[in-house]
């Protein structure tokens, strides 16, 4: 049988392209390094250390009795909820198997081989992989103090540039821009260029000054924004999050949804995790407790790191050792956290803020690995 050379027939943008790395699994780590499960603390991927809402999971068990049937495929109830909670139109929301559909969608529908998007340096690696499996161009503008230097994403943008993406907070580095930055932005894009305003660590940011995407899509009609389930309200595994947008950019990404991409788990779930306002704030108070917990204790190690307004930060190893042996030193201790060489910060680290207990386990790893 004659060989083929399947990476040839596949799509050029495809072929350049390297998988997405997640977070190191728990029961990967305890395989690797023969570990207890139940040892192991993972502050890889930003999740929500109290797990779900007992509202969620009630709404998970009664909807077993349902496995036999399709999701609603139109999603009605969460986007009644979303629509009377989020003070929304319920033909402005596109509903995804993550907020991270939302990102494939706009860009199948408005990107073409050989135009491009305009991104960040530092900021979410989906963006770029999503463009180039049409064959984009992704151009990414450096970044200032770690952030989105909007001024400059503006100069990137050129007769070929379909979509801006920006990150508000920013993952990985938990840098934001301010209502002012956000909305002379906006006012400066051209009107063909859809600007997709990724929120999804939207409910942890406490600044006076840091914009609601929301309020602002009546007033820029070429913006979509996206929020998640999986970070603030716990529903990592489950996959759900949304667009909002107009009714005309929603209508162009529910034509490209596949159909049944939100599970009837998720759509439950979601939607009593929305209702369920006291797990939300619950979550906030332990997320802020965290932070202060962690940055104390960076600065008692004399470690510099990065101001983040998100549930995770990210700070530097000492340049006389490699954070990826501080990494796997911390591996061999049983907690997880996020080398980020990927986005062009080779000697820093991310950790997700976890419980008291879990932040204590990192930090006494943590001094171990350095000392």
């Known amino acids: 049988m004659m060989a083929i050379n399947f990476s040839e027939l596949a799509v050029e943008g495809v072929r350049s392209l390297k998988p997405y790395q997640p977070g190191k699994p728990i029961d990967e780590l305890a395989r690797e390094l023969g570990l207890n499960e139940s040892d192991i603390v993972k502050l890889a991927s930003n999740e929500n250390p109290m797990g779900p809402s007992p509202a969620a999971l009630e709404a998970i068990r009664q909807e077993t009795a349902e496995l036999h049937r399709y999701p609603d495929g139109a999603g009605f109830v969460l986007k009644k909820t979303l629509s009377d909670k989020l003070n929304i139109r319920s033909e402005q929301i596109t509903l995804g198997n993550g907020s991270s559909d939302i990102l494939d969608f706009i860009v199948r529908v408005f990107v073409n081989d050989g135009d491009n998007v305009v991104v960040s340096q530092h900021a979410f690696a989906i963006y770029g992989l999503v463009a180039r499996t049409v064959g984009a161009e992704c151009i990414a503008v450096p970044a200032k103090d770690f952030g989105h230097d909007l001024e400059a994403m503006l100069g990137a943008i050129n007769d070929r540039t379909r979509i801006v993406f920006v990150t508000n907070p920013n993952n990985p580095t938990g840098t934001w821009n301010t209502q002012n930055e956000v909305v002379e932005f906006l006012n400066r894009v051209p009107d063909n260029v859809v600007v997709l305003l990724d929120e999804a660590y939207f409910e942890y940011v406490d600044e006076a000054d840091y914009p609601n995407g929301l309020e602002l899509l009546d007033q820029y009609p070429n913006l979509v924004v996206t929020r998640t389930f999986s970070k603030a309200y716990g529903l990592a595994s489950l996959r759900v999050g949304f667009g909002v947008s107009s009714p005309e950019l929603a209508d162009l990404m529910n034509r490209v949804r596949p159909p049944f991409n939100v599970d009837s788990f998720a759509l439950a779930a979601a939607n009593a995790a929305m209702l369920d306002e006291d797990y939300v704030r619950e979550s906030v108070v332990l997320n802020n407790r965290g932070m202060t917990y962690l940055t104390s204790a ?59 207990a879990e932040n204590e386990t990192f930090v006494r790893a943590l001094k171990k690995v350095l000392a």
Not at 334 to 353: C, D, H, K, T, W
């Open 298 to 356: 960076f600065d008692e190690l004399g470690l510099s790191f990065i101001p983040s307004v998100g549930n995770f930060i990210s700070f530097r190893v000492p340049e006389s050792v490699s954070a990826m042996d501080v990494y796997s030193g911390l591996l061999k201790l049983g907690v997880i956290v996020r080398p980020l060489a990927n986005y062009e910060m080779p000697q820093y680290l991310r950790v997700s803020i976890g419980t008291e």
